[in-house]
Structure formats: structure tokens, C-alpha cells
């Protein structure tokens, strides 16, 4: 007996004792654990600062990287990417990549404490308005858009945000394009991600017809427009308003914003007239043209000139035509359905527009000939778009 307890005790004492509750071991253990989540999200969080945003910011102020460091970078990260010439959007992506990390992991750390967090993000927005911290805005943007990208609103909302009260406070005209370009890529994400929302279509039917098409600097963004996306802006406009109304009929979900659905279904008729205005805007302009080089003796540019501002006439007015018939189906619809009548009287209004114009430029293009140009010119006018 006093063997077999004897060989207990040794067994007992061979045994490690028990480490203390929040013992030194632990704390060591834990602060290591924690020291390895920091120098991980480091290692992802640097690089991507290094070699993702920071191009992006360059780029936005308007420099570019040498080529060869181009090079360099794109071995890495992706060419695009590296030189900056084109917009991160971490909410967009389809798939996960570098870029989202940083994005993916503060969404899963914060948990439950999402909802302060985005509250702090919009009060961040107004402070980085009153500093005109126009980069910071940026990143707070694609925050919020991250953590409220469910909300067809945010979507329609942020670029607005940024088109209509960012761009005031630069001078050059390329840089404001380019910022709105930004917010196009903004608007176009939100549309992929909720393709049944009308209101993010006519959010950006708005910042083409009336930012970029009607503004104070709308000569050079209708040129801008132009060169990269190879049409009007009004036409542009038009689809994205005509996408609007087609989809609202058929889901109901242009939201509650102030506008009520005859006055957004009109925008779409405005377009039109305002595409039928510069199309015979562009043909005054060539006619004026041709002219100047008749005067000048230069009669081969003069009558290339002259056809060429025919064939703008005749386009100008099959989109008056076009714009009649909007403006007429408009009128007749909300008739029906109880428009009040003073609306009712801008679309009648509108069509007789359309339709005077369209009468008088087809007059115009039936009497019309080289010879009789300069006589004829002296009756003609440019249109102006409001």
C-alpha cells in the first residue's frame, strides 16, 4: 500500500503545475497573437497604400508616373492600376483582389459597430468640405459607399455630392471633368449592383444633361463627352433618363426625393429638344464657316463646308421631329393620369416648340442651295440651349 501511494505522489509532482489565470504566459501569448494581426494587415495595408491610392491621387492632381517607373509597377499591381489612370473602386469589383482587402477586413472587424462608424464617416465628409480636402473626401466616399452600398439612395446621393459642390473650388477644367468622370464611375457601380433602381438611372441622367450638358463650362464637357464616348451628351442623357422611366413603370423605385414621376419622366423629352438644339446649332456654325471661306476665295473648303452643314441641318431636323413626338406621348400620358394643369401646359408648350422647329428647318432645307446661302443665312439663327 504505502508503494502504490508512493508511485501516486510521483506521478503528481512529474505533472506541470497549473499556470495561474492571466499569468504572464498568457499575456505574452496574446500580445504576440495581436502583434501578428498588425503586421499583417501592414503588409497588405502598406502596398496597397504605396502602390494603389497614392498613383490614384497623383493622377487625380494631374501627374503621371515616368514610364519606366509604369513598368515597374505594373509587374506588380496590374498596369492600369499603377499608373493611375483609372479609378479604384473597392465596393465594385466583382471579385476580390488586392485593392478590397484592407476594405473586407475593417468590415469584418467592426462588426456590430458598423452603424457608428458610417455616422462618423458622413460626419468626416462635412469636415473634409469645410478644409476643401478633396482627396480625403474621395477615400470617405468609397467608405461610405462600402458600408451602404445595399441603399440605392447612397448611390445617387454621393455623386451628386460630388459634382455639384466639390468641383467649385478648382479652376481647371480638366481636373473637374475628370472628378465627374469619377462620380460616372460611381453611378455606373451602384447601377450594376441594383439594376432594377430608376433612381440611380436618373441620377446619372442628371449630371449628364445638366452638369455636363447646361453648366457654365458645358462647351468643353459637351467636347469632352464627345471625344470619349463618341456621341452627344444629350443622347447619352436621354437613354439613361428613358432607361429611368421604362424601369419605374415596371418596378416603382425612383424613390422619394422631392421630384415627383411626370416632372423626372420629362427630362427625357427635354434631352431630346436640347440634342435637336445643338445638332442645329453645329449647322449654323458650319453654314458661318462655309461663308467665311467663300469670302476668303476658298471655294473647294466653302462648298465641302456647305454639304457638310446640310447634312447637320437634315439631322437637326429629324430630332426635332423626335423631340414632337416625346413631348406629345409626355402630354398624353399625364393627361390620363391626372397631371396638374400647369404641367400640362409646358408639355403642350414644349411640343408646339418642337413642332414650329421642325416645320421651319424642313422649309429651310428645301430652299436651300450654295448660291442662295449667303441671302438665306442672314434669316437664319443659333439656337440656345438653357
Not at 77 to 93: H, I, Y
Not at 260 to 279: D, G, I, N
Not at 332 to 355: I, M, W
Request: aromatic share 12%.
Amino acid at each position: 500500500m504505502s508503494d502504490a501511494s508512493s508511485d501516486q505522489t510521483m506521478d503528481r509532482a512529474a505533472l506541470p503545475s497549473p499556470t495561474p489565470e492571466g499569468s504572464p504566459r498568457d499575456w505574452k501569448r496574446s500580445g504576440l497573437l495581436a502583434m501578428a494581426v498588425v503586421v499583417l494587415l501592414a503588409a497588405v495595408a502598406y502596398p496597397v497604400r504605396r502602390y494603389v491610392v497614392e498613383p490614384e491621387r497623383q493622377a487625380l492632381l494631374g501627374y503621371r508616373e515616368p514610364p519606366g517607373r509604369r513598368l515597374a509597377l505594373a509587374s506588380q499591381f496590374g498596369f492600369d492600376t499603377a499608373a493611375g489612370s483609372r479609378v479604384r473602386l473597392v465596393p465594385g469589383l466583382p471579385a476580390l483582389s488586392l485593392g478590397d482587402l484592407p476594405a473586407q477586413t475593417v468590415m469584418t472587424i467592426l462588426g456590430g459597430f458598423r452603424g457608428p462608424y458610417v455616422v462618423r464617416l458622413w460626419i468626416s465628409v462635412q469636415d473634409a468640405k469645410q478644409r476643401r480636402d478633396t482627396f480625403e473626401l474621395l477615400d470617405l466616399y468609397k467608405k461610405i459607399l462600402l458600408f451602404q452600398g445595399d441603399y440605392p439612395g447612397v448611390w445617387s446621393f454621393v455623386p451628386w455630392d460630388m459634382v455639384w459642390n466639390v468641383p467649385v473650388q478648382w479652376g481647371s477644367l480638366e481636373r473637374k471633368y475628370q472628378w465627374m468622370r469619377t462620380a460616372i464611375v460611381f453611378v455606373n457601380e451602384g447601377y450594376r449592383r441594383h439594376p432594377q433602381s430608376a433612381e440611380i438611372m436618373e441620377a446619372m441622367g442628371r449630371i449628364y444633361s445638366e452638369k455636363l450638358g447646361r453648366s457654365q463650362e458645358a462647351d468643353y464637357y459637351r467636347k469632352r463627352i464627345e471625344e470619349d464616348e463618341g456621341r452627344s451628351v444629350f443622347r447619352i442623357a436621354y437613354d439613361w433618363y428613358d432607361r429611368c422611366r421604362r424601369t419605374n413603370d415596371r418596378y416603382n423605385t425612383l424613390g422619394h426625393y422631392g421630384l415627383t414621376k411626370p416632372v423626372v419622366y420629362s427630362q427625357a423629352c427635354h434631352c431630346v429638344s436640347y440634342y435637336a438644339k445643338e445638332l442645329a446649332q453645329r449647322s449654323y456654325d458650319t453654314f458661318q464657316s462655309s461663308l467665311e471661306a467663300r469670302e476668303n476665295g476658298r471655294e473647294a473648303e466653302s462648298l465641302a463646308l456647305y454639304e457638310q452643314g446640310l447634312a447637320q441641318l437634315l439631322e437637326a431636323v429629324k430630332a426635332w421631329d423626335w423631340a414632337r413626338r416625346e413631348w406629345g406621348n409626355q402630354a398624353l400620358r399625364f393627361e390620363k393620369e391626372g397631371v396638374p394643369a400647369v404641367l400640362d401646359e409646358r408639355y403642350r408648350h414644349f411640343y408646339g416648340e418642337a413642332d414650329d422647329a421642325n416645320h421651319d428647318l424642313e422649309a429651310l432645307c428645301l430652299l436651300l442651295n450654295y448660291d442662295n446661302l449667303p441671302e438665306l443665312f442672314d434669316y437664319m439663327y443659333r439656337p440656345e440651349i438653357e
